[in-house]
């Protein structure tokens, strides 16, 4: 059973910068493309950014793009969101997820997940 535990949420100003981890437990981690999603109330779940199983190949949205950085670490099996000069608009629930073969912009896409963890940027 693979586990997906996020951690690194909280409450800062805009501008600040947060680091999001994902812990990966129960499976071959360096075997599976990984997503940051996020979902703000009322919104639908969107894609952040993900990053191959080999690792060299990253996406982002367009809102992130130049701001966050997405790494993985395949020795501990986490999962890293970089998050610099966070907006308000940010604010959102992120998720972490998983899945084989490539990197896929779809939630629907993705077999596991993480319980989220809250973040919450202030103007």
């Known amino acids: 059973q693979v586990q997906l535990v996020e951690s690194g949420g909280g409450l800062v100003q805009a501008g600040d910068s947060l680091r999001l981890s994902c812990a990966v437990s129960g499976g071959t981690f360096s075997r599976y493309s990984m997503g940051w999603f996020r979902q703000a109330p009322g919104k639908e779940r969107e894609f952040v950014s993900g990053i191959a199983w080999i690792g060299s190949i990253t996406v982002y949205a367009d809102s992130v793009k130049g701001r966050f950085t997405i790494s993985r670490d395949n020795a501990k099996n986490t999962l890293y969101l970089q998050m610099n000069s966070l907006k308000p608009d940010d604010t959102a629930v992120y998720y972490c997820?998983?899945?084989?073969?490539?990197?896929?912009?779809?939630?629907?896409?993705?077999?596991?997940w993480g319980q989220g963890t809250q973040v919450t940027v202030s103007s």
């Open positions: 997820a998983a899945k084989s073969r490539g990197i896929s912009y779809d939630p629907s896409d993705y077999g596991y």
